[in-house]
């Protein structure tokens, strides 16, 4: 990519650049917040108390990572509440891979979604360790390191459950399910707004080249523990452009979600709605003052 100039402070974008670095920052935080509120449903109920405690604490590192990102669309004026609490459902840009409910009582649900996620995440961080906006790049760092651990979690409980014939089914019933809507992490917001993220540098590599860097580690890594991603509708020659593959009906990026999304937002933002609040406690420093 050609060297392109830093970005201004944000009061000095143009409406153009900070219509990219707004659209990038949703991708980013609606993602985590909504995977964290979807994980906080496995809390007591992992197959050991080891396994109950790092979710937890995965779960709490990715509300972590979204109150980061959150932080940073506040510059323009909204306040978190209004960002999270107060935003309209049909508003939020996150992958329709995070929003669907778990099977029930299906640890490999979890588990395979926290892997294909946490790979896709990594890929897309490493491509704003280089930002062109200093606020975004300044924050990939202290994510990058405790992203390490989930994936490194979610991996090694796969190799676990791929060991006997019974539960490696019950894990390629979900990677049947949910492969789909992994795909859909990488789907655009908006073509014209996501050239424009590429163009300005606010990340290193497009959507289609982070896709395919991401097919060529989770492939590998599913079949090599006796998984099939056939039913997953992929080309027989995957590492090609992206357009070739098969993508839901919602992608959730583009605004358009599943039902399962918007029975989610009804019922963590019940009590908000409920006790009447306009803001929310806030148990994290302002990250810019750490």
Known sequence: MAAVEELSEPGSLSEEEREAVRHQLFRLADDEFVLAERYTEWQVKAPTLESDLAFSNIA???????RLWYDLLQDWGAEESELIWERDPSEWRHSTLVELPFEEGDWSDPVLRSYLYDVAEDIQLRALQDSTYPRIRDRVGKILGEEDYHREHAASWLERLCEEDESRARVQDALDRLFPH???????????????????????????????????????FLESLGLSVDDAELPEQYDVHHSQLELPEHTGRDQSHTDDWFDLYDEFTR????????????????????
């Open 60 to 66: 709490q590192d990715e509300l972590g990572h979204a």
């Open 182 to 220: 992994a795909l859909t992490l990488f789907a655009p917001t908006d073509e014209a707004v996501e050239d424009r993220i590429d163009e300005l540098g606010i990340r290193s590599e497009p959507l289609v080249t982070m896709r395919e860097e991401w097919l060529d580690e989770v492939v590998p």
């Open 271 to 290: 009590s908000y709605r409920e006790l009447g609040r306009t803001s929310a406690a806030r148990i994290m420093k302002d990250p810019d003052d750490e």
